[in-house]
Every structure is written in C-alpha cells, then in structure tokens.
C-alpha cells in the first residue's frame, strides 16, 4: 500500500518532471535560432518560406497521425471528454491546411512542388511508426501533446512584449501563440498526465523515449527550416 501511493506520488505532473530532466532539448525546441530571428525581426524569408512548404506536408502526414490517437482514445480512455478533446485538434487541423493554402499564395509558394526534405521525411516516418497499434493510447498522446506544445510554446514567444516579430508574420505567430490554442494543449497535456499515472513502468519508459524524440525531430525540423540540412 505505502509502495504504490509512493509511486503514485511520483508520477504526479510526470511531464514537468520530464521537462525539468530534459530542460536543455525542451529549450532547444522551444528557443530555435528561427523562433528567435522571427521575434528579434531578423528572419531571414527564404527561410521562412521553406518552413511554410514543409510544414505543409508535415501537417498533412500529421492528420493520419492524429486519426490513430482519435482510435486509441476511443478503443483505450477511462474519459469521454479525450475524443472530443482530439476531435476539436482534427477540425482546427483543417483549417490549419486551408491557412498553409491560402499563406503560401500570399507568399508565391508552390505547394504542389515541394519535395519533402530528409528532416520532414525522418519526421513523418516516425509519426507512422506512433500510427501502430502496438504504440499504447498513452504513449500517443504524450508524444501529441509534445508536438503541439512546442509550437504553442515557440510561436507564443513571438509575441510576448517586446518582440519585434515583422506585422506580416504576426497571423502567424498567432495561430499557435493564442491563448485558445494553449488551452488545448493544457487539456491534452492534462490528458496525457492523467494516463501516465496509471501505466506499468515500461510503457512510462517508452512516453519518456519517444518525448525525447519528438523534441529532437522538432529541432532537425526547425535547422531544416533556417537552411540546415
Ligand atoms: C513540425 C511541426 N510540429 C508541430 C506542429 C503543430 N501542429 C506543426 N505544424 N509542425
């Protein structure tokens, strides 16, 4: 009785711990030289453009992904509000595409051309790989949550006081800065808090694995971007 409430104790706010543990690759995601030069004003938009393709076919890869999470929660969750917590990230995914559309015309950007480049490509892949059923409900959602988190938690850094984020790319910024999109990861963050109580310490070992992966995809993603490889 006493080892389990000990436990129990310990995997309370388990995402923060982990963020506290990983603090150097969370800042890494959060804190890129590209989320940086389009706070400081010094964005480079070439660059940005670039971001704007790939990312395009990222979130279109990333719809599957999300389908997979919406069938784990309605196969595996205690908690009926997850699906409808999901089904609300699928329904702003569409209309994500519909901005990538309309924001690449505003910026010349062809997107029936784009070649997915090798970071977007190990990216995808990997978010097919969480596509499996043998990936548990609870490892899913955390590497989910991770993935919007990270840009919420960039793009609402450009427009903190004192940014110099240039006007054209505030709409931007404010797609995954406002504060409705970071009450949505706060609900999957809450989610993902809630299953990681109760999982066995293997599959508590494998959201941990697969958290670090989705922050280092996130950052071969954002050097692809500013022109890396
Ligand atoms: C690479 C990446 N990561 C996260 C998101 C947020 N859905 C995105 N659009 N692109």
Redo the contacts with the bound molecule.
Sequence with gaps: MEEKMKTEVERSAMIDTWLEKHRLIYTGATRHPFILSIRDGTIDMTSFKRWLAQ?YL??RS?VPFLSSVLIKAWKESDDNTDMEIILGGMASLSDEISWFKREASKWGVLLTDIIPQKANQD?CRFLESLMSPDVEYTVSITAFWA??A??QESFAHCLEDGSKTPPELQETCER?GNTGFGEYCQSLKRIAERKLQKVSDDVLTKAEVLLLRVLEH?VE?WNMSSGGT
Aim: glycine share 0%; charged share 25%.
């Design positions: 990312d990222f979130v990333f990216y993935i919007e990270v840009y995954w996130e993603f």
